[in-house]
């Protein structure tokens, strides 16, 4: 049976298993915290609150933010907020570098968003609605600002696709 309406965006492969990941370590310290202190025979009920809590916290923090991508938009989804802004409607695209790279997208309605460059490399279908939205905004005349840097990360994501076809077939 055909649907109809909206197709489906398209979401960050690798997230459930970060998630994953972030819940599992934020079990094991708990786990050991606990373990740990009852060991010592100091577990109160207060003390295993107050680990929970930190347990809580640490999953907080290693948890990722979900990327996904429509046709004409591009979205992060936190714990606590979720930003959008409007692929084919861009007004400039910034790279920050240092430790953690990340872009930063700018659309004409004054929405922002941040999204780190290697969820934009791991996620060739992320990448495609993107650059599908990039091209409608140049093509338009919004884009002004980043097309460098939109052209550096596309070869980058060229390289490393041809290289993992590459190695899949045995040629490198």
Do not use: K
Not at 15 to 24: H, I, K, N, P, Y
Not at 128 to 155: A, C, I, M, N, Y
């Amino acid at each position: 049976m055909l649907r109809s309406g909206r197709p489906s965006p398209t979401g960050d492969r690798h997230w459930r298993g970060s998630a994953r990941f972030a819940l599992g370590c934020a079990l094991a310290f708990l786990g050991m915290a606990l373990l740990v202190d009852w060991d010592a025979g100091t577990l109160t009920c207060p003390r295993a609150l107050l680990w929970i809590a930190l347990s809580a916290a640490a999953f907080c923090v290693l948890l990722p933010h979900c990327v996904t991508a429509g046709p004409g938009r591009l979205s992060v989804h936190g714990l606590a907020r979720r930003q959008t802004v409007h692929t084919d409607a861009l007004v400039a695209v910034r790279q920050y570098g240092g430790v953690s790279s990340h872009l930063v997208l700018r659309d004409t309605h004054g929405h922002r968003l941040e999204v780190d460059p290697r969820v934009l490399v791991a996620n060739p279908l992320i990448w495609h609605e993107l650059d599908t939205g990039v091209r409608r905004s140049l093509q338009r005349g919004t884009l002004r600002e980043g097309t460098d840097v939109l052209e550096r990360l596309g070869h980058e994501i060229d390289d490393s696709t041809a290289r993992a076809v590459l190695e899949a077939s045995g040629l490198i």
